[in-house]
């Protein structure tokens, strides 16, 4: 058996666009407070790095991709995208 | 009749469960070890509130991988009545066997307080014994409980009667005001479809001794008896 | 031996003074290693011996009929009958939570919590009494804000309902807010387990989290004053785990109902270094560890950053020999490991080794009990309308007593908004909370236990003997009001820097009063905390002694 590649993914998770963002809005209410107006929006999301074990980026990708809709984002309310480094 | 409360390691709400079964309602009851597959005959399962395994990620997420969840969704989808309490509520929409997901409260912050709750339906197992449009006090304590559904399964919801209680205030109104934590139609607990799995924010068994404020959960449990 | 220079340079850097230093060399007739050092400078730092204090705190009373366990052990106990016990103890958290409130907070749930269960006892209520500068600066605002939810997350997710809290605002917080946690459990009174080391061979085993660097040098941050460079030790500040403590606690308390635990220590300030030395010192034995054998979380760690590492959520238990097996089974269910990591000896002394080599053999006594007890000098003062002779403001500017937020009612309104953000319900045991005396039911023995929160800053200010008096008089008032009776109290005294004579007099004031009420009223102190060093840029705090006195309503 060969061994794989060592690869680092990341899964960025955020709020899907129509659902609201209470944490979003404290940044920009925190941010105008402290005098940048300019914050028209702020979405709050999550990164999660993997490190993990594969033939290459295909498998890699599909993999977390699977992972993402298993467990690590709930898609009833959450986008997830995938980034193999 | 048997009642099973399942045991994830941060369950926090299952001796209160324990408790209320089996010292005021006076029923039999098992714990339901999360490792195990085995559901001890028993025939209604309470979810309880807590953390269930820390829910860093998601309340719930890891929950509904469990060996025990496997045979809850089985046993669940036989018909068998299934109460999920706070955290217990999260864990059955993670494994969908609920519509919707719990967001955090739109304060952002955890909440602990008695809160009223009317009564939607008179049709599902775990509403037998109330009346259409009661009133029951309850206390919720949760950071997660806004509850989200798009609005084509709100609609949904609502066609097929599976709205269980909203949040309302004392009188039995349900205003924006009387909503704790930002929940869709100020939702407070649904059913399935078959309307045999309840879940709900607000906590029964924190409600069926008049010393700690209410007696108003036991119409709840009572109605699968 | 490696080493055997002498490093008078790191002791100082690490808190010792260099009469401190000869001293060391005089217990170990020779220079200390630089791990020596390091381990004398935590177990001597002010927060882990009392150096200062414990000749004043003698003074308190501390024994009674129903009185199990006094101070010295992780939490007091006493009895509140039907063969059941109550173990309670306050502790502060003020360093870390001003570096890092959300972490600061949390941890310092996490700690009163491990030295709650730690005893046998499972937690059944947390209080906790905090202290803020100006109400209306956004820092206060800011600090409440990571304060309350770091109390709140690490409690809910343990399922320990905190039923009550004690809030207020002086300027002279304003740089150094006050986080003291209180907890209570519940306990047979013949399932009581204390930390000891006992039984040569028995093996000394390691639970829960891993090693990591957090918090190292806690126990000496803890015993400093703060300055501007306060920021730069923010690395030092642990961070908690709530789901991992949920655990432990689960597993600790199964693991107490077998018959082959000897002992159990939570590692808390200074720990493996305390936990170790301290276990050893009250069975009068010694321990052998394998610091090789700890797991540890971070890479290339020194045997020293192990010693001291402040990570939270471990334990160390003494387990009978040859149970080794059941043990790790036990905690297994749990998903922890549990893993040898020495055994008891019969020579006095702690023993290390490292990578297969003993890098220090170091005898108990002197670490444990051998810091110089100082009788500092003491001055009284003429309490002054506006400043304190260290230059805080005494007496809140007019501006603040006017400000909305520091009005009665909305003091009571803050409290209101930050007792709900704790589950107050959980375990369904709570008759009474949002009250000034908050009420638990023991389903146990039928009884109800009612806790009282006493403070009164500016009366000790002014009359610091009074002061002392005033807080346990009134907290037997209240108690009484609801019908109970006074069994003991649990202190966190909170004060300046004990090196200035005035704040040394004050604090030795406040306690004599103490002392004279608890007398005359029969309330023994059974455990508690000083915290000193809560100055700024040499401004200190308003003097804090805070108390939760515990009452019993018969059933």
Redesign the interface.
């Known amino acids: 058996m060969t061994k794989g590649l060592i690869m680092k993914a990341r899964v960025f998770i955020t709020l899907k666009e129509e659902?609201?963002d209470?944490?979003g809005n404290?940044v920009v209410g925190g941010l105008k407070t402290l005098g940048y107006h300019n914050v028209k929006d702020a979405r709050v999301g999550k990164m999660i790095e993997l490190e993990l074990e594969s033939q290459d980026r295909e498998t890699s990708t599909s993999l977390v991709q699977e992972m993402c809709q298993k467990?690590?984002a709930?898609t009833?309310?959450e986008d997830y995208r995938i980034e193999i480094v | 009749m048997k009642w099973g409360v399942v045991v994830f390691p941060a369950s926090n709400c299952d001796y209160d469960a324990y408790f209320a079964l089996k010292n005021i309602l006076k029923c039999e009851v098992e714990f339901l070890w999360h490792k195990e597959r085995n559901l001890k005959n028993v025939d209604v399962v309470v979810l309880p509130g807590g953390f269930s395994y820390g829910d860093y990620?998601?309340c719930g997420?890891?929950a509904r991988?469990s060996p025990v969840m496997e045979e809850v969704i089985s046993f669940a989808n036989k018909g068998h009545p299934v109460m999920g309490i706070c955290n217990g509520f999260q864990v059955l929409?993670?494994a969908g066997l609920l519509e919707?997901?719990l967001?955090?409260?739109?304060?952002?912050k955890f909440m602990c307080k008695q809160v009223w709750v009317k009564s939607q339906t008179t049709q599902g197992v775990w509403s037998h014994n109330t009346e259409k449009n009661k009133v029951l006090k309850m206390p919720i304590a949760h950071g997660e409980g806004n509850y989200?559904v798009t609005q084509e399964k709100l609609k949904e919801l609502e066609d097929n009667d599976q709205i269980a209680f909203r949040y309302c205030d004392e009188k039995g109104e349900v205003l924006e005001t009387s909503n704790p934590n930002?929940s869709v139609s100020n939702i407070a607990g649904v059913y399935n479809k078959n309307k045999n799995i309840l879940g709900l924010m607000p906590h029964p068994e924190r409600a069926c001794e008049s010393i700690l404020g209410s007696e108003d959960g036991r119409v709840l449990l009572e109605s699968v008896l | 031996m490696k080493n055997l220079g002498g490093n008078l340079a790191l002791a100082k850097k690490l808190g010792l003074t260099e009469y401190e230093y000869d001293l060391i060399k005089d217990y170990l007739k020779r220079d200390p290693t630089d791990l020596e050092t390091s381990l004398f400078s935590a177990m001597w730092s002010e927060h882990c011996s009392y150096k200062s204090s414990k000749n004043i705190l003698k003074n308190f009373p501390t024994t009674g009929p129903n009185v199990i366990q006094g101070p010295g052990e992780n939490a007091g106990i006493v009895d509140i009958g039907g063969g059941w016990a109550a173990c309670f103890k306050m502790e502060s958290h003020n360093h870390p939570s001003y570096l890092e409130p959300y972490q600061g907070a949390a941890t310092g749930v996490g700690g009163i919590l491990r030295d709650v269960f730690t005893m046998g006892a499972r937690p059944v209520a947390s209080l906790n009494m905090l202290r803020f500068g100006n109400p209306e600066s956004a820092k206060t605002k800011y600090l409440i804000s990571r304060v309350v939810k770091g109390i709140g997350d690490y409690g809910n997710c343990m399922g320990v309902p905190t039923v009550g809290t004690d809030v207020f605002f002086d300027p002279s917080y304003e740089h150094n807010p006050l986080v003291n946690a209180f907890n209570i459990g519940i306990v047979k009174k013949d399932k009581i387990f204390l930390g000891n080391a006992s039984g040569i061979g028995n093996s000394i085993m390691y639970v829960g989290a891993k090693t990591g660097r957090d918090g190292i040098g806690g126990a000496i941050m803890a015993s400093a004053e703060f300055d501007d460079e306060a920021y730069e030790k923010k690395p030092t500040v642990q961070v908690g785990d709530p789901f991992m403590e949920k655990l432990l606690l689960e597993a600790c308390l199964e693991a107490m109902q077998t018959d082959y635990i000897v002992g159990i220590q939570d590692m808390g300030a200074a720990g493996l270094t305390c936990s170790t030395f301290e276990m050893a010192d009250r069975a009068q034995s010694g321990v052998k560890i394998n610091l090789s054998k700890v797991p540890l979380r971070a890479k290339n760690m020194t045997p020293v950053e192990v010693m001291m590492s402040e990570s939270q959520e471990r334990m160390l238990l003494c387990v009978k020999k040859g149970f080794e097996e059941e043990t790790k089974k036990l905690f297994s269910k749990w998903d922890l490991d549990a893993v040898v990591i020495g055994e008891v000896i019969d020579s006095p002394y702690v023993k290390i080794e490292w990578k297969g080599e003993e890098i220090g053999e170091i005898p108990v006594e002197p670490l444990v009990s051998g810091a110089p007890l100082y009788e500092r000098p003491r001055k009284s003062y003429t309490p002054s309308s506006s400043v304190i002779a260290s230059g805080s403001e005494a007496i809140p500017s007019p501006k603040v007593m006017r400000s909305p937020r520091f009005s009665t009612e909305n003091l009571a309104m803050t409290k209101a908004s930050i007792m709900e953000q704790y589950d107050s319900m959980v375990g369904t045991n709570t008759l009474v909370c949002y009250h000034d005396v908050p009420l638990i039911r023991v389903r146990e023995n039928g009884s109800i236990l009612a806790l009282a929160m006493g403070s009164a800053e500016y009366l000790t200010y002014l009359n610091p003997f009074e002061g002392g008096k005033y807080i346990v008089l009134k907290a037997v008032e209240k108690l009484a009001s609801v019908g109970a009776i006074p069994l003991a109290l649990t202190d966190c005294l909170n004060f300046g820097s004990p090196e200035n004579p005035e704040i040394m007099w004050q604090f030795e004031q406040t306690v004599l009063g103490m002392s004279e009420a608890c007398r005359k009223m029969n309330v023994p102190v059974v455990s508690g905390n000083v915290s000193f060093y809560n100055e700024t840029n040499g401004k200190s705090i308003l003097p804090t002694p805070l108390i939760v006195m515990v009452g019993l309503i018969h059933g």
């Open positions: 659902v609201l209470p944490q404290a467990l690590l709930n009833v309310i | 990620l998601r997420a890891m991988f929409t993670e919707g997901t967001m955090k409260n739109k304060t952002l989200f930002g």
